[in-house]
T-cell receptor
Framework: DGGITQSPKYLFRKEGQNVTLSCEQNLNHDAMYWYRQDPGQGLRLIYYSQIVNDFQKGDIAEGYSVSREKKESFPLTVTSAQKNPTAFYLC?????????????FGDGTRLSIL | GIQVEQSPPDLILQEGANSTLRCNFS?????LQWFHQNPWGQLINLFY???GTKQNGRLSATTVATERYSLLYISSSQTTDSGVYFCAVAGTTDSWGKLQFGAGTQVVVTP
């Protein structure tokens, strides 16, 4: 079945450590997105990418980095510079075209600090 | 950027009741989506509705783009409808189609 796969579902980070969250899609979508959700709040955009080898900062990019080497993959690295990384991270994708296109979401990764 | 306001913030319903959730937005949109986030955190697409009216079972949605609001109707609510409902929009001036999320409406349906 087509969809978006995020892994792992749960991740623990030690102080000073970088961790990478995986997002893979087999929907042949052009655009991919990373969002962060804190408890009791809506989602906020971290990074997004329209095409391979190109990506843009969202509203809260500090302390995060991404890459887009393949159309189907958009990994997110939470660096040690992100001082409050505990959150729920969601990846999304959509096709591009004139007008808007609905975004589809993966099941998320919960990141906690040890 | 575009602002999104959802109301009410919290809603408690008895099973079988009907309810209406509202989403106001501050600018023209070319994408408006309603999502249901279940207790496990999964974000379920309910509707893609930048304008017009759609129905899916007990749920329906209406977006009046000219007046910049959208409504989500839940009829004959069930306990499985509990969770957080999010409205998210992308403005027409944003060629990237980035979604801006509202703060959500927390719905609790009691037996």
């Amino acid at each position: 079945d087509g969809g978006i796969t995020q892994s792992p579902k749960y991740l623990f980070r030690k102080e000073g450590q970088n961790v990478t969250l995986s997002c893979e899609q087999n929907l042949n979508h052009d655009a991919m997105y990373w969002y962060r959700q804190d408890p009791g709040q809506g989602l906020r955009l971290i990074y997004y990418s329209q095409i391979v080898n190109d990506f843009q900062k969202g509203d809260i990019a500090e302390g995060y980095s991404v890459s887009r080497e393949k159309k189907e993959s958009f990994p997110l690295t939470v660096t040690s510079a992100q001082k409050n990384p505990t959150a729920f991270y969601l990846c999304a994708s959509n096709p591009l075209g004139q007008g808007g296109q609905p975004q589809h979401f993966g099941d998320g990764t919960r990141l906690s600090i040890l | 950027g575009i602002q999104v306001e959802q109301s009410p913030p919290d809603l408690i319903l008895q099973e079988g009741a009907n309810s209406t959730l509202r989403c106001n937005f501050s600018d023209s949109v070319n994408n408006l989506q309603w999502f249901h986030q279940n207790p496990w955190g999964q974000l379920i697409n309910l509707f893609y509705i930048p304008s017009g009216t759609k129905q899916n079972g007990r749920l329906s949605a209406t977006t009046v783009a000219t007046e910049r609001y959208s409504l989500l109707y839940i009829s004959s609510s069930q306990t499985t409808d509990s969770g957080v409902y999010f409205c998210a929009v992308a403005g027409t001036t944003d060629s990237w189609g980035k979604l801006q999320f509202g703060a959500g409406t927390q719905v609790v349906v009691t037996p």
